[in-house]
């Protein structure tokens, strides 16, 4: 693609009030003379022609202050900066734009966050993880349309190679391995051999990673359309292990990754990682939640898996709906949905009417047409709903009518009534 069409193009794919904040930060960098550079994925990106609507800059000098000035002067814009890293970020209703100051990064020790010290763009190509990253579009003064590319990332790019910048790379931040896997993933792209050997020999580095910055970077897995097949590759890599020593992936999870979005289109990230979960037993699924710094709710999650997966025996073909609700709804959501693509057949036949239809399913009638009835009020009032719904789910009762033929019966009876 012709460097002169590159400014162009990523103009046509960002949504009219980015375009706007972008050309107001070029006039502003113009008018201080600054430069400004267009940086790291979304020049890769716009290269590769699928211009993503991420919006990465790069400054030599003050991103922050740029960006409150700039902001100032547009409607519905948000300005949110970072001081302590020198990044500020441009938020509209559709679009974010994000501003830093050129840096450069020197890593204290391996796993360690880095310490960070204003520098030049050379420097903070040079701080990035592969050389299709470390490219930038010069947006401002002569040199506007030129791509700087000290590291031949282009010439990878076509090749579809993902190479570190230098030895250390994976030593420095081993966070890098895991995007790696995505990035082969998602672009289609290989690993170059001498990175897949540096790569491997660096791959215990992973331990000295926090669990926070491990979680951070799965979220980024769990937006990928197949997250199983990077997980398969991490596998193979070594990496998982290193994250966690009885962390794998197989395929036969990667199987019920697929069947997870046969029955949800877009699985929310618990239900991942509960499916992630689903071979370990009980103080394994606890140390992974620990690892990874889950939080509550996807420890929880992640711990009923065990749980949740002895309800197989109990959720047979012939299982009354009712009963199937009573087994499933002390559980997050998310470990049935784990059950609902990991679990035997009739187990997850059962699990997904539960998740889809049964558990949204209420009686027609509620309190106040119960106590209309001449229902007691208090716990008789509860049992009677209760016993409703199970008539419900079980198609005992198929109308209004039905509903409150079978209330009158129960009061009748004294609301003998199953809980
Ligand atoms: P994309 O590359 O498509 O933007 P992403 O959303 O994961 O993927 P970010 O995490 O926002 O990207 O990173 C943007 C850029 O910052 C990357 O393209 C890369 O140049 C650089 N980068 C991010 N994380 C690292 C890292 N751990 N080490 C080195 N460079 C990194």
Same mark, same amino acid.
């Given at each position: 693609?012709?460097?002169?069409?590159?400014?162009?193009?990523?103009?046509?794919?960002?949504?009219?009030?980015?375009?706007?904040?972008?050309?107001?930060?070029?006039?502003?960098?113009?008018?201080?003379?600054?430069?400004?550079?267009?940086?790291?994925?979304?020049?890769?990106?716009?290269?590769?022609?699928?211009?993503?609507?991420?919006?990465?800059?790069?400054?030599?000098?003050?991103?922050?202050?740029?960006?409150?000035?700039?902001?100032?002067?547009?409607?519905?814009?948000?300005?949110?900066?970072?001081?302590?890293?020198?990044?500020?970020?441009?938020?509209?209703?559709?679009?974010?734009?994000?501003?830093?100051?050129?840096?450069?990064?020197?890593?204290?020790?391996?796993?360690?966050?880095?310490?960070?010290?204003?520098?030049?763009?050379?420097?903070?190509?040079?701080?990035?993880?592969?050389?299709?990253?470390?490219?930038?579009?010069?947006?401002?003064?002569?040199?506007?349309?030129?791509?700087?590319?000290?590291?031949?990332?282009?010439?990878?790019?076509?090749?579809?190679?993902?190479?570190?910048?230098?030895?250390?790379?994976?030593?420095?931040?081993?966070?890098?391995?895991?995007?790696?896997?995505?990035?082969?993933?998602?672009?289609?792209?290989?690993?170059?051999?001498?990175?897949?050997?540096?790569?491997?020999?660096?791959?215990?580095?992973?331990?000295?990673?926090?669990?926070?910055?491990?979680?951070?970077?799965?979220?980024?897995? +769990? &937006?990928?359309? @197949? *997250?199983?097949?990077?997980?398969?590759? $991490?596998?193979? %890599? /070594? !990496?998982?292990?290193?994250?966690?020593?009885?962390?794998?992936?197989?395929?036969?999870?990667?199987?019920?990754?697929?069947?997870?979005?046969?029955?949800?289109?877009?699985?929310?990230?618990?239900?991942?990682?509960?499916?992630?979960?689903?071979?370990?037993?009980?103080?394994?699924?606890?140390?992974?939640?620990?690892?990874?710094?889950?939080?509550?709710?996807?420890?929880?999650?992640?711990?009923?898996?065990?749980?949740?997966?002895?309800?197989?025996?109990?959720?047979?073909?012939?299982?009354?709906?009712?009963?199937?609700?009573?087994?499933?709804?002390?559980?997050?959501?998310?470990?049935?949905?784990?059950?609902?693509?990991?679990?035997?057949?009739?187990?997850?036949?059962?699990?997904?009417?539960?998740?889809?239809? +049964? &558990?949204?399913? @209420? *009686?027609?009638?509620?309190?106040?047409? $119960?106590?209309? %009835? /001449? !229902?007691?009020?208090?716990?008789?009032?509860?049992?009677?709903?209760?016993?409703?719904?199970?008539?419900?789910?079980?198609?005992?009762?198929?109308?209004?009518?039905?509903?409150?033929?079978?209330?009158?019966?129960?009061?009748?009876?004294?609301?003998?009534?199953?809980?």
């Amino acid at each position: 693609m012709a460097k002169a069409n590159l400014i162009d193009n990523l103009n046509r794919a960002l949504p009219a009030a980015a375009r706007k904040a972008l050309a107001a930060i070029v006039q502003d960098a113009q008018g201080e003379a600054l430069a400004i550079y267009l940086v790291g994925g979304s020049v890769r990106d716009l290269l590769l022609n699928r211009p993503t609507l991420d919006v990465d800059l790069t400054l030599e000098g003050d991103a922050p202050a740029l960006a409150r000035r700039v902001a100032i002067g547009l409607e519905d814009v948000r300005c949110i900066v970072h001081s302590a890293f020198g990044t500020a970020t441009l938020k509209g209703a559709n679009f974010r734009i994000d501003v830093a100051t050129a840096r450069v990064e020197t890593y204290e020790r391996p796993g360690a966050l880095p310490s960070v010290h204003p520098g030049s763009l050379q420097d903070d190509l040079f701080r990035r993880d592969f050389t299709v990253n470390a490219m930038a579009l010069a947006l401002t003064g002569d040199q506007r349309g030129a791509i700087t590319d000290p590291f031949d990332g282009k010439s990878d790019l076509e090749a579809g190679l993902l190479r570190i910048l230098h030895d250390a790379s994976f030593r420095d931040d081993a966070t890098r391995i895991l995007r790696a896997s995505r990035y082969e993933s998602r672009l289609s792209f290989r690993l170059e051999s001498k990175t897949v050997r540096r790569l491997r020999r660096d791959v215990a580095y992973l331990k000295a990673i926090s669990g926070p910055r491990i979680r951070e970077e799965l979220a980024r897995l +769990w &937006r990928e359309p @197949q *997250p199983e097949r990077i997980l398969l590759r $991490l596998n193979e %890599l /070594g !990496a998982l292990q290193a994250i966690l020593p009885m962390l794998s992936f197989d395929g036969s999870q990667a199987e019920a990754f697929g069947k997870l979005r046969e029955i949800h289109t877009t699985p929310s990230r618990t239900a991942y990682l509960a499916l992630l979960a689903w071979d370990l037993p009980q103080p394994e699924a606890t140390a992974l939640a620990a690892r990874l710094a889950l939080n509550k709710r996807e420890t929880e999650a992640v711990r009923a898996v065990t749980e949740v997966r002895t309800l197989e025996r109990d959720l047979s073909a012939e299982v009354r709906p009712s009963r199937a609700v009573e087994l499933l709804s002390p559980f997050p959501s998310a470990a049935v949905w784990a059950l609902a693509a990991a679990g035997q057949e009739s187990a997850r036949v059962q699990a997904s009417r539960y998740l889809h239809r +049964w &558990r949204y399913l @209420q *009686p027609s009638l509620d309190g106040h047409a $119960l106590l209309a %009835l /001449g !229902a007691p009020p208090g716990p008789q009032l509860g049992q009677l709903l209760r016993r409703l719904k199970a008539a419900k789910l079980d198609g005992e009762v198929r109308s209004r009518r039905d509903e409150e033929r079978l209330a009158r019966e129960l009061l009748r009876a004294g609301t003998r009534t199953r809980t």
